[in-house]
């Protein structure tokens, strides 16, 4: 079974920083790249960020762009979100995303989020 635990969530005010960890496990895990989502209260699930291990390609949300920065570990099934200049509109849970190859092909686990709320 693949485990997917997100770390980092909390309480800050505008203007903070906050850094989430996610590490992924599994005895026949074979991940291709990870990234992180945001769900506001109220609204749907987004994307935010996510590194490809294959030459460490990264992508952003618009919305995040030139605040947030993702990295990770390839080896070690681990993704990181450092977040700058937080803002009230980042509040909500984020989920750790794992993209993996399986016999079948392609496959993503998701972990269970992490809360962060911004407000002053």
């Known amino acids: 079974q693949v485990q997917v635990v997100e770390s980092g969530g909390g309480l800050v005010q505008p203007g903070d920083s906050l850094r989430l960890s996610c590490a992924a496990s599994?005895?026949?895990?074979?991940?291709?790249?990870m990234g992180w989502f945001h769900q506001a209260p109220g609204k749907e699930r987004e994307h935010v960020a996510t590194i490809t291990w294959n030459g460490s390609r990264t992508t952003y949300a618009d919305s995040v762009k030139g605040r947030f920065t993702i990295s990770g570990d390839a080896t070690k099934n681990t993704v990181y979100l450092q977040m700058n200049g937080l803002k009230p509109e980042d509040t909500g849970v984020y989920y750790c995303?794992?993209?993996?190859?399986?016999?079948?092909?392609?496959?993503?686990?998701w972990g269970q989020g992490t809360q962060v709320t911004v407000s002053s």
């Open positions: 599994g005895p026949t895990l074979r991940t291709f790249a």
């Open positions: 995303a794992v993209y993996a190859t399986i016999v079948a092909g392609q496959t993503d686990y």
